[in-house]
């Protein structure tokens, strides 16, 4: 059997600290998985990498949030312009809205209340900001609350509250 490698590139840190906790989920379809953020790195470079994973022959997911697109694939075609030949549109993947609507989707009604946070149906437009404005004080940081949520995050949970997640795990 081939050894297979996937590649997590995500933005920024709480991205990162996401992938982190759901990664022994993708290693059981990988042999490998690195994460590896894009943040503050020049154009070239994420080019320069998204090359070298196909030259590799490794299979890789490119995170992004929608932000102020008006859908997914306008999204999509944007980064297909701006990244031209070396990603492949099949490989990006469009979180809706932000990473943070990802973290509240795997808590069920039981988890929140232990989080002392309201308890949400559907994820899909929780902006950073809105998130940020649910943070309880008893928590020293928003890493720290982020944490906790993580302890506690069930992907079948996250599955059936955000549409982007969802998307992902059957992509996967």
């Keep these: 059997m081939p ?11 709480d991205d990162e600290r996401f992938f982190e906790r759901i990664k022994p989920l993708l290693e059981k379809k990988y042999d490998s998985v690195q994460i590896w953020k894009y943040a503050q790195e020049p154009l070239k470079r994420i080019k320069n990498f998204l090359k070298s994973i196909k030259a590799m022959n490794s299979d890789y997911f490119f995170f992004r949030d929608i932000n102020n697109s008006p859908c997914v694939t306008a999204k999509k075609e944007k980064l297909k312009k701006e990244y031209k030949k070396t990603i ?16 509240l989707s795997g808590l069920d009604a039981k988890k929140s209340k232990e989080l002392r946070i309201r308890t949400f149906r559907n994820t899909d437009n929780i902006t950073k900001e809105k998130f ?7 928590f020293d940081s928003r890493i ?5 949520i993580l302890k506690r995050f069930s992907v079948e949970t996250a599955k059936r509250k955000n549409r982007s997640f969802d998307y992902f795990m059957a992509k996967l």
Excluded at 90 to 102: A, C, P, V
Excluded at 132 to 138: E, R, S, V
């Design 3 to 13: 050894y297979k490698q996937l590649w997590v590139i995500v933005d920024g840190n």
């Design 88 to 103: 492949d549109v099949d490989n990006i993947i469009i979180l809706i809205k932000e990473i943070e609507s990802w973290y």
């Design 132 to 138: 940020n404005g649910l943070i309880p004080k008893k």
């Design 144 to 148: 720290d609350f982020m944490a906790e």
